[in-house]
């Protein structure tokens, strides 16, 4: 499937949610007044308008490290027309399951081993891919795992059984509301405009002017122009205004300015400043 780099939104589209896909993941999306927003996908739990979310983990396996990581099988020769690849070897050494495109959208990534001198490596944009039973080894045959890649996507050189692999999600794949740790390393992505049912599809918005969950309450020192973070002490309430008292730095993340304050306690208006 190939997609334009931005396409036009209806209000309505902005604002609705779908069981299915209704674009690539990380298509980027404008409505006519301005505010931009990516495709999207919830994780396994529902997200809460203005509440912002993260990406979670990518689910990368270990890469370029022929004793840890997926290979491609003995004797493969992908030369730069291939459209599908094969992988065989071992998932870490660890028992692993691969459900069909969960990866779609996502990418392959592709390199030499590490330490070989060579160092070449490619990031190759995954179209669909088969599905895999769990377990250590997958060397071939019905249990390989078939990569297909997008369309207009190649290898940039020949791929051999010596080039470790390894499979990297699309960030906006599977979103969840901010962990309340200071431990937080995930990336914000954006705040979802309205309500969303786990794995169902949406258009979150990265860009413009978006009312935000504040876990601050309304009475307090909400200014306009203040600097808006996540909250890393109190996720599922929102967001907290980036200062001494409460920015730890670690696991949060600048994501827009206050505009203004709502009518209502406990949101404000903020030029959301993620992705353009």
């Known amino acids: ?152 996507e190649h290898p940039k050189w020949d791929i051999t059984s010596s080039a470790g692999a390894a499979l990297v999600k699309n960030p906006y794949a599977a979103l969840a509301i901010t962990a309340a740790t200071a431990a937080n390393t995930n990336i914000v992505m954006g705040v979802p405009p309205v309500a969303v049912t786990a794995l169902y599809y949406f258009w979150l918005q990265t860009w413009g002017d978006a009312p935000v969950r504040m876990s601050d309450a309304a009475s307090s020192a909400l200014a306009p122009g203040s600097y808006v973070c996540n909250s890393i002490t109190a996720a599922t309430t929102g967001c907290c205004i980036k200062n001494s008292s409460n920015y730890a730095g670690a696991g949060q993340q600048e994501i827009g300015i206050i505009r203004s304050l709502s009518t209502t306690g406990g949101y404000a208006v903020v030029h959301l400043q993620i992705s353009p």
């Open 1 to 152: 499937m190939s997609f334009p780099n931005s396409i036009a939104l209806s209000y309505e589209q902005a604002f609705s949610t779908s069981v299915t896909k209704m674009a690539p993941l990380g298509t980027r999306g404008t409505l006519p007044d301005g505010r931009v927003f990516r495709a999207a996908r919830a994780g396994a739990t529902d997200l809460r308008p203005g509440n912002p979310v993260v990406a979670v983990a990518p689910g990368q396996f270990s890469m370029l490290n022929t004793s840890q990581n997926a290979q491609f099988p003995a004797g493969t020769t992908q030369d730069t027309n291939a459209v599908v690849l094969t992988l065989g070897g071992s998932w870490d050494g660890t028992s692993v399951g691969v459900t069909a495109n969960d990866y779609a959208d996502g990418w392959l990534l592709v390199g030499s081993t590490v330490g070989s001198g060579t160092n070449n490596i490619q990031m190759l944009r995954i179209k669909s891919h088969t599905a895999q039973g769990g377990g250590t080894s997958h060397t071939g045959g019905t249990s390989a795992l078939k990569v297909t890649l997008e369309d207009g």
